[in-house]
C-alpha cells in the first residue's frame, strides 16, 4: 500500500485511538471500564509507563492503531489493535503487529500477551502467524469479552 507509514504516539491522533477502537469493540461487543482508562487516558495509561501506540497512516489520515502497555519488566500487552474496516486483509494489521513486536524486542522484552476473544477469527488469524499461541488457561478478569489469552514468546 503506498503512503503507508507506522508511526509512535502523538497527541494530535489522540481521538482516532479512541475512535478507531470504539468503532470495532461496539460492533461486537460493548465498551468496558478498562477500555474507557485505555481510550481516553492513553498518555497515563500507556505513554508515561514506558508503553507506545503505534499509528498507521496513509496519506496522513490515521487508518490503524495498537498499543504495547508495559505488564512488568520485561513483559508486555498488545492492546488496542484496530485498522478501519476498509483497510482491512491489506496488511495494514500485520505492519502494526510487526511493529509492535520490534518495540518489545527493542526493550528486551521476554513476552508479549494479548487478550481477545474467540469469535474474532480475522484477528486471530492474524495474531497466529504472526508466532502467537492460545494459552491454555485465561487467567484475566479485566474484560468481560475477553476468552482467548495469547503470548508470543521473544
Keep these: 500500500m503506498k503512503n503507508l507509514r507506522i508511526i509512535p504516539f502523538e497527541k494530535k491522533y489522540k481521538a ?4 478507531l477502537n470504539r468503532k470495532w469493540i461496539e460492533e ?8 474507557f482508562h485505555t481510550l481516553q487516558n492513553p498518555e497515563s495509561y500507556v505513554i508515561e509507563k514506558s508503553g507506545e501506540i503505534f499509528f ?3 496519506d496522513q489520515r490515521v487508518i490503524g492503531t495498537a498499543a504495547m502497555i ?23 494489521g500485520k505492519l ?50 475477553g476468552n482467548t489469552k495469547m503470548h508470543l514468546i521473544l
Excluded: H, W
Excluded at 482516532?16 to 475512535?19: I, L, P, S, V
Excluded at 461486537?28 to 477500555?35: H, I, W
Design 70 to 92: 508495559p505488564f512488568s519488566d520485561d513483559i508486555f500487552e498488545l492492546a488496542k489493535m484496530s485498522v478501519k474496516k476498509r483497510f482491512q486483509g491489506k496488511g495494514v
Design 28 to 35: 461486537f461487543f460493548q465498551m468496558e471500564d478498562e477500555d
Design 96 to 145: 502494526l503487529l510487526k511493529r509492535c513486536i520490534q518495540f518489545a524486542q527493542e526493550r528486551n522484552a521476554k513476552e508479549i500477551f494479548l487478550l481477545t476473544n474467540d469469535i474474532l477469527k480475522p484477528a486471530l488469524n492474524l495474531y497466529l502467524s504472526c508466532g502467537f499461541v492460545i494459552k491454555n488457561n485465561y487467567d484475566d478478569e479485566r474484560y468481560e469479552r
Design 56 to 58: 498507521a497512516l496513509c
Design 16 to 19: 482516532d485511538f479512541e475512535k
